[in-house]
């Protein structure tokens, strides 16, 4: 069998093991890699080995045969026991890039690993990818996750039907008497890429202002470090709201997402797991590049004031944060109501 896992005349289909990203919005970004791995053969069969957090994102995706969960507190070899528990895979496809991830995955029996050469680790690979040249069409993070697979010998060539996601699960009419709007003050990241929340709250008082026949119910995401966060952005608004920061896992944040019509966030990995639900989104970026970590699909609004500075992808500003503050709320507002009146439709405020 070829690492690509071709079957020939008589074989079983293979069995594929994927070494999850660990942060949220990486492992969301390798969504449309993981359902190329699983459309490369009939009967083709696709196990995630991921954090416990992350388990109920992989056993939501239809693309999913099992999801192989394991305590952070663990280490390589008790990971690879584990693993050994589960049968024997054909090949792994190591998603991260560290030098652990090949370890757990060779621990846990499987020779043929598939990964980028990184971190010292090529003597664990069977195939150890240099990292791809990027073209402005292949700059997002996605295409780099895509490429690894392109190089088990998988057509990745029908890009458009791979990075399809969902319908908007709350989809906005032009008659909607009430809108859940979900925002996303925080970023663990750092400040760098946080919008102020006096901005947030003055983009969400104005929106409610114009259109004065709709209720907005607000919604706030985020984890238990940004509760916080918040508590400030809640305290600056009036109306219904409610602080769901650190209050949700994983499994309650996507049938929480579900429910709203869209989300105005921050570069974070709940924009990202918006954007996989096909939750229209109003993503603010600040330090980080939108070329490389968009929202993927084309329901989305980007804003990003590009400075000289832009993209410097610090976790603090050692200067003024000129990049957030050059973005007003007015430019905020005029996004979210373009999604409101648009449904959903592609946008990129670039200033």
Not at 62 to 76: K, T
Not at 84 to 110: C, Q, T, W, Y
Not at 148 to 163: F, T
Not at 172 to 199: F, M, Q
Request: glycine letters at 8%; one cysteine or more.
């Amino acid at each position: 069998m070829s690492v690509a896992g071709e079957p020939s005349q008589g074989e079983r289909p293979p069995r594929y093991l994927v070494r999850s990203p660990n942060p949220l919005g990486d492992a969301c970004m390798s969504l449309p890699a993981v359902r190329a791995l699983k459309r490369s053969a009939p009967g083709a069969e696709v196990s995630v080995c991921c954090r416990a957090n992350l388990a109920p994102l992989w056993a939501a995706r239809e693309e999913i045969d099992e999801v192989i969960p394991f305590s952070r507190d663990l280490n390589p070899w008790q990971v690879g026991r584990l693993l050994r528990k589960h049968g024997r895979f054909d090949a792994g496809v190591l998603l991260p890039n560290s030098f652990r991830s090949a370890l757990e995955l060779r621990l846990g029996g499987i020779r043929k690993l598939v990964g980028y050469d990184r971190h010292q680790r090529r003597l664990l690979l069977q195939t150890a990818v240099a990292e791809p040249a990027r073209s402005p069409e292949t700059r997002h993070h996605v295409h780099r996750y895509l490429y690894l697979i392109g190089k088990m010998g998988i057509d990745i060539s029908h890009v458009e039907d791979l990075l399809a996601i969902p319908k908007t699960p709350t989809p906005i009419s032009g008659g909607e008497k009430e809108i859940h709007l979900g925002v996303c003050p925080g970023a663990e990241y750092g400040n760098a890429k946080r919008y102020p929340v006096e901005r947030y709250a003055a983009a969400i008082e104005e929106l409610r202002t114009r259109r004065p026949d709709v209720s907005f119910r607000i919604s706030i995401f985020g984890s238990p470090a940004e509760r916080g966060i918040g508590d400030e952005l809640k305290a600056l608004l009036p109306g219904p709201c409610e602080n769901r920061a650190g209050k949700t896992s994983i499994d309650d944040l996507v049938a929480e997402l579900q429910t709203c019509h869209f989300l105005a966030t921050n570069d974070t990995g709940t924009m990202h797991l918006a954007a996989a639900l096909g939750v229209p989104t109003v993503a603010i970026f600040g330090s980080t590049e939108p070329d490389f970590t968009a929202p993927i699909g084309k329901v989305h609004r980007v804003i990003r004031h590009q400075v000289d500075c832009s993209p410097c992808f610090l976790r603090e500003c050692p200067v003024d944060y000129r990049c957030m503050l050059r973005i007003e709320p007015d430019t905020v507002v005029r996004e979210m109501e373009a999604l409101l009146e648009s449904g959903g439709g592609m946008s990129s405020e670039r200033l």
